[in-house]
């Protein structure tokens, strides 16, 4: 494919040529060489003309529809028309010049392109010269599409070599047309067979009906008929009785609907598809058909108007299905259902007066019956199980060993598998209401009149009353036999003042008091049966009160009682009780009172009470405390009801009271030597006590701490996997979202708690001489770069500046603990910083030490906030958190100074109200490094 070369000015056989000249070859400007004179020519009078064909040449290519493309014996393009750089992508300056093999031929035809050339340069033969060949065209975007090529030869001009035009068509569209043309072709040639294949399978369909079918004109005469519809109807006891009027029709075979109501002809069913309504699904009509055989028959029957395709009304067609049979079955089964559920009905009643727990099971093991008490005794949840394989649902143990009871061990199972009878199992249940209870269970298998088990019954009986109220026997005596040794070993250990187990025992009464005061009231809590219990100690002629035990309250509750009696001010019973009630209790009488009746029921009653028990302590005839309880049982309206005591509890209650009266007469003698003695050793005591618990607090909570994070951790997962899965997911995206961000709050927050518990440790440690430090040659300049970092992963949002220096500054260190240090000095600014200026962290040399600098824009601190900063509990006064949580103990300072002072080193503080801070600490530098 080539352009054609220059015409000559005076060869007019030669002008038309030069008015299609091509653009020069090898990319030369078409202006440039337009202004040069033409071979064999002196001066320049031909540029303008030469001028004029070139533009006439260039509107004539550029104006194709198809795309011209020109090329040299070289392979290389000369011409690249508008349409060319349409259909291949590229602009025609970048074209010129280029190989056309590279340019617009697909990579698997560019040897056969370089060989046809090569071929024809050499031989003069050629393949394609003067033909129209299909072939491939490669875009700028590097896809390939189809194309119609038809190459001429232009001969040589003067001095131009032969080149060669190419005129492309870009056949994609046409190819498309062409496969959709024969993909319609083959659809409608399908649509026909199927049509025709459809149109036979309809027919023999219509005929294999056991349906009756009729099709209807608009006059409701038949003009199709199955043979269905023939029998059914009798149609075939009389010669062409489908071609009768509709009214005579009517009159041999009458219609009345489901309750016996003879039907107009309006009302037939394929009259009323005739107007348009169509009776189909729920709205097909029941039937009563009188046929040509004499006999009545029920059918339901669906209707629906016929049309054609542009909606016109053709016709009807009725359907007629035959449901005698099942009518007169339903109808019997109705009757026998109505008997059965009458006897079941009888038997019903029977099982729910009974007072013990009826279950009855079928072969398969599903519940077909449970009575009222057997309801009552698993729970009004307790599901209905349906076969053996859910029995894993109920929950229960053997009473005598504890050992939960195994699917195939329940006495029902054993019963229907291998016909065994059991007779008074005790078993220990746990109902679907949350309670657990104590049953007598029997069960015994169904036989049919062949031997083979069909089902069972179990019978329950509940003896849990019973067992409580053994077992709250033996509780009494073994709690009343416990208090009892717990006083006298406390006697006798206080008979001895000048004895180390005295003196133990007296530093510790107030701890004392509570574990017995409050083992009372739990006693009494559990043996009586109650809900709370409140000890109440009255002191001195004025009867000052002091709650000493409140069990029975949730964990929000007691926080709430506690926070309550902090801010009370010391109250007197003689100021709180009315005088008849004090005099009753001085008396010794116990009170019951109605929480739901005047006066109570209009004074405040944040528990709910609704009957509270008054029982005096005396001692001596003098009253020393007070011992309340009260019970929360709810009705079956959901409301709280007021409890009966009976005599057994009051007598309880009373017994319990004077062992009460006994401890705190003991608590307030022990209390009041103990003051005696408190100004001489109280501060020793509290420091070694104060180390030994936070050791101990430390130690035990770390274990679950453990546990809660790598609970938390997990759950974190599952939620945002369940996120991804199911985010958007309306209704549950949200709530997922929700749940994610909650459960990273609540890891943030155990790994604060991590860090208090550690830090509680660290001051244990440091108090016993027992804080290990694993010295070794450290460079300083790489653990503050790495500690940097690390707090930075979890405040991503602020800035922190390092200034290090470019030498190793090392020192024998820790680098455990030296890090600590560092993360407890950033961990401080950036909690009490602004977020906006960076916090600055600085590694110098001073002399024989290394400073690290810790600067931030907080604040600041007056001299005397700075006043006991790095001791032990304690927080300057003033300053609040200005991010992440403000909770902590005041020991991060003082284990950083305790760390540092063991290297050798020291801390301090540098501030002022208003200019921020910078908390500083020393380590020595490692002899002759740094």
Not at 647 to 675: F, P, Y
Not at 880 to 901: H, P
Request: overall charge negative.
């Amino acid at each position: 494919m080539a352009a054609r070369s220059k015409g000559r000015r005076d060869d007019p056989s030669r002008q038309h040529a030069a008015d299609q000249r091509p653009a020069p070859s090898h990319g030369q400007p078409a202006d440039a060489q337009a202004a040069s004179p033409a071979s064999g020519e002196s001066g320049a009078p031909a540029a303008p003309q030469r001028q004029a064909n070139e533009a006439r040449y260039r509107a004539l290519i550029d104006s194709a529809l198809d795309s011209i493309v020109g090329m040299d014996t070289q392979g290389r393009v000369t011409e690249f028309n508008a349409a060319a750089e349409r259909t291949f992508g590229h602009l025609r300056a970048a074209a010129l010049g280029q190989r056309v093999s590279d340019l617009i031929i697909p990579d698997r035809y560019r040897a056969q392109h370089e060989q046809g050339l090569a071929r024809y340069l050499a031989s003069g033969e050629s393949v394609i010269l003067g033909q129209r060949v299909h072939f491939m065209g490669l875009r700028a975007d590097g896809s390939e599409f189809p194309i119609e090529l038809s190459v001429v030869r232009l001969p040589p001009e003067g001095d131009e070599p032969e080149q060669f035009m190419a005129a492309i068509r870009d056949l994609t569209d046409l190819r498309r047309e062409e496969e959709q043309g024969a993909r319609a072709l083959a659809e409608a040639e399908a649509a026909r067979n199927l049509a025709a294949s459809q149109t036979a399978a309809l027919a023999a369909t219509f005929e294999a009906m056991s349906d009756g079918v009729l099709v209807y004109d608009l006059n409701g005469g038949i003009i199709l008929s199955n043979a269905a519809a023939y029998t059914m109807l009798g149609y075939d006891r009389e010669r062409n009785f489908a071609q009768l009027p509709v009214a005579e029709r009517a009159a041999h075979v009458p219609m009345h609907d489901a309750d016996g109501r003879l039907l107009s002809i309006a009302e037939a069913p394929h009259m009323r598809a005739l107007r348009g309504e169509s009776l189909t699904g729920a709205d097909a009509m029941d039937l009563r058909l009188h046929t040509l055989y004499d006999t009545e028959i029920e059918v339901n029957c669906s209707a629906a108007p016929l049309r054609g395709s542009n909606g016109t009304l053709l016709g009807a067609i009725a359907v007629y299905h035959d449901v005698t049979e099942r009518r007169r079955l339903e109808r019997e089964l109705s009757e026998r259902a109505h008997d059965l559920e009458a006897a079941n009905g009888r038997l019903r009643a029977v099982l729910d007066v009974l007072p013990i727990g009826v279950i009855i099971v079928d072969a398969n093991g599903a519940f077909v019956e449970v009575n009222a008490m057997g309801k009552t005794i698993w729970g009004e949840n307790a599901p209905m199980l349906q076969s053996l394989g859910e029995y894993d649902t109920y929950v229960g143990w053997w009473h005598e060993t504890g050992r939960r009871i195994a699917p195939e061990e329940w006495a029902v199972t054993r019963a229907l598998t291998k016909g065994e009878r059991s007779i008074g199992e005790e078993i220990r249940i746990q109902a679907f209401d949350g309670q657990i209870r104590v049953a007598l269970s029997s069960t015994v298998p169904i036989h049919d009149a062949q031997g083979a088990i069909v089902g069972a019954v179990v019978a329950l009986v509940d003896v849990t009353e019973r067992m409580q109220l053994t077992e709250r026997t033996r509780q009494t005596l073994e709690g009343f036999l416990a208090i009892t040794q717990s006083l006298v070993g406390a006697g006798a250990e206080d008979a001895d003042g000048d004895s180390e187990s005295t003196t133990e025992a007296d530093s510790d009464a107030g701890a004392t008091e509570r574990s017995i005061t409050w083992r009372l009231a739990e006693l009494t809590r559990t043996v009586l049966g109650c809900s709370r219990v409140v000890i109440t100690g009255l002191e001195g002629e004025r009867l000052m009160m002091r709650q000493v035990a409140f069990v029975g309250l949730t964990p929000e509750q007691e926080r709430e009682w506690k926070e309550e009696r902090k801010g009370q001010p010391e109250q007197s019973a003689l100021e709180t009780t009315a005088p008849e009630m004090l005099a009753q209790l001085q008396a010794g009488e116990s009170i019951v009172l109605d929480m739901t009746q005047p006066p109570y029921n209009t004074q405040p009653n944040p528990y709910g009470t609704t009957t509270a028990l008054v029982m005096p302590m005396s001692m001596q005839g003098r009253l020393v405390g007070l011992l309340v309880l009260d019970y929360l049982e709810i009705g079956k309206d959901g409301r709280n009801v007021p409890h009966h005591f009976s005599d057994q509890e009051i007598q309880l209650t009373e017994a319990v009271a004077r062992l009460g009266a006994v401890v705190l007469e003991r608590e307030r003698l022990l209390r009041e030597r103990e003051v005696a003695r408190a100004n001489t050793m109280a501060l020793q005591e509290l420091n070694k006590r104060m180390d030994e618990f936070i050791g101990i607090a430390g130690h035990e909570l770390r274990t679950p701490l453990t546990s809660v994070k790598a609970n938390v951790q997990l759950a974190e997962r599952r939620a945002r996997t369940l996120d991804a899965e199911l985010g958007d997911t309306p209704g549950v995206g949200q709530q997922l979202t929700r749940l994610v961000h909650l459960l990273a709050n609540v890891a943030v927050g155990v790994e604060r708690q991590e860090r208090l518990v550690s830090d509680l440790l660290d001051i244990s440690r440091i108090s016993s001489g027992k804080l290990t430090y694993r010295m070794a040659p450290c460079e300083l300049n790489a653990l503050v770069r790495e500690t940097t970092q690390e707090v930075l992963l979890t405040t991503a949002e602020r800035a922190i500046t390092l200034d290090l220096p470019a030498a190793p500054i090392m020192a024998l260190a820790d680098a455990d603990r030296v890090r600590q240090v560092l993360t407890n000095y950033l961990t401080n600014a950036l909690r009490y910083a602004p977020t906006g200026p960076p916090i600055a962290v600085t590694l110098r040399r001073d002399g024989a030490m290394a400073r690290v600098e810790v600067t931030d824009q907080g604040p600041g601190l007056s001299p005397e906030q700075q006043r006991g900063l790095f001791e032990r509990f304690h927080r300057a006064e003033g300053i609040e958190a200005l991010s992440g949580s403000g909770v902590g103990l005041g020991l991060g300072l003082y284990i950083s100074r305790m760390i540092v002072e063991r290297h050798g080193g020291q801390v301090g503080v540098k501030s002022a109200p208003g200019a921020g801070a910078t908390f500083w600490f020393t380590l020595p530098l490692l002899e002759g490094k740094g």
